[in-house]
């Protein structure tokens, strides 16, 4: 890439999951509004949001929506899938945003960590969301809309393929978080590798990588200060899709990896699981680094510094090449 052609960035509002409160806890949350402004003097091109979880109408939405988007292009999210209906489509269809950024249900509480044999009827909730898909495949065909599939810390790329062999890449295609590969036994590049040609929109993300032996710790850090440091990003940078920098949540994630039952819900021959290994071993960290919500900070200060993070996560891949 040429130095002058700009990276072009999204800010994404995951980045800010205390300061927003998702983590629904008893803080008064940043206004949604200001905490946009203070991004102003950054050249981002766009927002990526969680439709549903931020805003309890469409209605509040769309004056959201009136209010920025002379400035900025919109990605849309979905938490719970069964929120999404056709008032949601057409209001989408007349502004124009085709690519919703989608995940598999789970039952109760989201298992994190890529430990599939912790969730619940695993094999059936990948059932529904298949069907769910289906249901809005004509919509999505004629108005070229397409439904890309997270690797929410639950699918891998072998996962998120074989729906997409089924119901077709017409309309089904992939949102890839560079970091919740690793949640889900996989290397970025493994994955990046196996489905470049379908991702159509990338979570860029950075993790310290603890590892005791018995699981691994994924650890909140800016891009830049955990693994990523030590891999190269020029392909996924380079990769046609749209990008969004989306922090680390401000709960670490645990992979039990060293538990049989983890590897039997993955379809990886003996080399892929290898390579997996050395690539934890070759990028872990000492130190088991805690976020600052975890090390109980004031609420002033942990959000105070998810605005640091990300201005330091944007500078990092600004200045990459």
Same mark, same amino acid.
């Given at each position: 890439m040429n130095k002058q052609q700009k990276i072009k960035i999204n800010l994404?509002?995951?980045?800010?999951?205390?300061?927003?409160?998702?983590?629904?806890?008893?803080i008064n949350k940043l206004n949604l509004s200001n905490l946009i402004n203070k991004h102003k003097d950054l050249d981002l091109e766009g927002i990526e949001l969680p439709i549903d979880t931020l805003f309890n109408s469409i209605y509040k939405f769309k004056n959201f929506y009136s209010k920025f988007s002379n400035k900025y292009k919109f990605f849309i999210c979905f938490d719970n899938i069964y929120n999404l209906d056709y008032h949601y489509l057409d209001l989408f269809k007349k502004l124009n945003i085709k690519n919703i950024r989608v995940r598999m249900p789970q039952d109760n509480t989201t298992i994190y960590g890529g430990n599939k044999f912790l969730i619940t009827k695993y094999k059936k909730k990948i059932v529904e969301f298949k069907i769910i898909?289906?249901?809005?495949?004509?919509?999505f065909l004629d108005n070229n809309f397409f439904f890309c599939i997270e690797n929410h810390q639950?699918?891998?790329?072998?996962?998120?393929?074989?729906?997409?062999?089924?119901?077709?890449?017409?309309?089904?295609?992939?949102?890839?978080?560079i970091g919740n590969s690793i949640a889900c036994g996989e290397t970025p590049h493994d994955f990046f590798k196996n489905s470049s040609n379908y991702i159509?929109?990338?979570?860029?993300?950075?993790?310290?990588?603890?590892?005791?032996?018995?699981?691994?710790?994924?650890?909140r850090v800016p891009l830049g200060n955990g693994y990523l440091k030590? +891999?190269? *990003?020029?392909?996924? !940078?380079?990769? #046609?899709?749209?990008? &969004? +920098?989306? *922090?680390?949540?401000? !709960?670490?994630? #645990?992979?039990?990896? &060293?538990?049989?039952?983890?590897?039997k819900f993955y379809n990886f021959d003996e080399t892929k699981i290898e390579n997996y290994y050395k690539f934890i071993i070759k990028h872990k960290n000492k130190k088991d680094s805690i976020s600052d919500y975890e090390k109980n900070y004031s609420s002033k200060i942990i959000k105070n510094n998810e605005f640091n993070d990300f201005v330091s996560s944007y500078n990092y891949i600004r200045d990459y090449f």
């Open positions: 994404n509002l995951y980045s800010y999951g205390y300061s927003l409160n998702f983590l629904n806890i008893k898909l289906q249901k809005f495949k004509k919509y639950d699918l891998n790329s072998n996962d998120i393929l074989e729906i997409i062999d089924e119901l077709g890449s017409d309309f089904v295609a992939i949102n890839w978080d159509k929109n990338i979570h860029l993300k950075d993790y310290n990588i603890f590892y005791n032996g018995k699981y691994i710790k994924l650890n030590n +891999i190269d *990003l020029s392909d996924f !940078i380079n990769h #046609k899709s749209t990008k &969004s +920098i989306e *922090l680390g949540a401000q !709960i670490s994630r #645990k992979c039990f990896i &060293s538990n049989k039952k983890y590897w």
